[in-house]
């Protein structure tokens, strides 16, 4: 890396190419090259444009890669900073099309002025061979050093990743994170996070129990956590227990009260389910869960008329959770409301197409309304679906 500068490249790019922008970046470390690549670099909670602003005078050239879908907003904002740098202390400024990209975008004609990469396949060594030309001014030689990742910038690559729903790619980033600092109890805390969106819930538990252990500074979150993974394996005691220590910890904390309603209700505590959502709401009038959970007590309590008014307020700040329709359709139909309950088990399935409590509760109300053809074709469907 040249003298002065922190990085060899800034890999300007738009998030839909992001799969193919991370194995660039990972094939020019293999070269022995340090590229600024956003999710890798930029911390949680930063805005993005202040951190790539503070980024450039650190990078000594910059790759504007195009594909088959053009720029994003983000790039287009760096590519304007980039040429003004490049023109004020010549900044090596890179085209680079990716596969099933033959040319510079007619809206980009001042890049056709240089000389760009051209990528004819993923793996294309004359093309990383162009690139890191590019990038250095000196023609490769064999005799590369690999670069590798710090432990904050693979945590930031796994914050990144599990934020867009990538919860393999950030399990396997926060794994480096870890290997180079196993003391990061933030690391165990979100790879547990992503293990359980993984379905793994023993998983989770045990790297929330290591956060615990090397003292998380927000130590409330990977007690309450660890509670919602036993509640996914039917340890409710286990999960009050954990939520009634994160609220020791943190009384204002409204998604431990949320999590330790949901284990009284399951524990058949239907009152004390209620108390804590109504306490999670006193605390977050805004908390779409609250609502949602508090609607399970008072429909297991018989209040039908007070949970589809939970149900309600919990659809209307978050319109697209697919159970909560279903559970709406449920106290509508024990009211008679049938074909109210229809249109909200139509909702639910057009949310989650294999939602099979959704049909089977929709074939009970259309049996109701007298559509026994109706009712049996969802009464299969939902058995197909429970079979699988």
């Not at 504007?64 to 053009?70: E, F, S, T």
């Not at 240089?114 to 030689?141: C, H, M």
């Not at 709406?328 to 009211?335: D, I, P, T, V």
Request: proline share 4%; aromatic share 12%.
């Amino acid at each position: 890396m040249s003298s002065g500068f922190e990085f060899d490249v800034f890999l300007a790019h738009n998030s839909l190419d992001k799969p193919q922008v991370r194995k660039i970046s990972a094939k020019l470390r293999e070269r022995g090259l340090k590229p600024w690549l956003d999710e890798e670099q930029i911390p949680p909670g930063k805005a993005f444009q202040d951190e790539i602003q503070k980024a450039i005078p650190k990078i000594k050239s910059a790759a504007i890669i195009i594909g088959a879908k053009g720029l994003g907003n983000w790039q287009k904002l760096e590519l304007k900073s980039l040429i003004s740098q490049f023109v004020n202390r010549n900044t090596p400024v890179i085209p680079v099309l990716l596969v099933g990209v033959h040319q510079i975008p007619d809206n980009l004609y001042f890049l056709k002025e240089f000389n760009w990469v051209n990528f004819e396949q993923e793996d294309d060594s004359r093309a990383f061979y162009n690139l890191e030309w590019g990038i250095t001014g000196v023609k490769p030689t064999s005799n590369t050093k690999t670069i590798t990742l710090t432990a904050e910038e693979w945590f930031n690559s796994g914050y990144n990743k599990g934020e867009s729903g990538d919860y393999q790619g950030a399990i396997a980033d926060y794994n480096q994170a870890i290997n180079l600092n196993p003391y990061n109890a933030f690391a165990y805390h979100n790879r547990g996070w992503a293990k359980y969106n993984l379905g793994d819930y023993q998983g989770a538990i045990a790297d929330h129990n290591e956060s615990i252990r090397f003292k998380n500074p927000e130590l409330h979150l990977p007690y309450t956590h660890r509670g919602l993974a036993k509640l996914a394996l039917g340890n409710y005691q286990g999960a009050i227990a954990d939520c009634n220590q994160a609220i020791n910890l943190n009384p204002n904390f409204a998604l431990a009260y949320t999590h330790r309603g949901l284990g009284k209700y399951n524990l058949g505590d239907y009152q004390g389910a209620i108390a804590d959502c109504n306490q999670a709401i006193n605390l977050n009038p805004n908390f779409a869960l609250a609502y949602h959970n508090r609607g399970l007590a008072t429909l297991a309590l018989g209040d039908y008329l007070g949970a589809i008014a939970d149900y309600n307020q919990a659809i209307n700040l978050n319109p697209y959770n697919a159970v909560t329709y279903n559970n709406r359709g449920w106290a509508k139909y024990n009211l008679g409301d049938y074909l109210g309950a229809i249109a909200d088990y139509n909702q639910a399935i057009n949310l989650n197409l294999n939602f099979a409590l959704a049909y089977h509760n929709r074939s009970l109300a259309k049996y109701n309304i007298g559509d026994y053809q109706g009712a049996i074709t969802d009464y299969n469907q939902a058995a197909q679906l429970y079979s699988q």
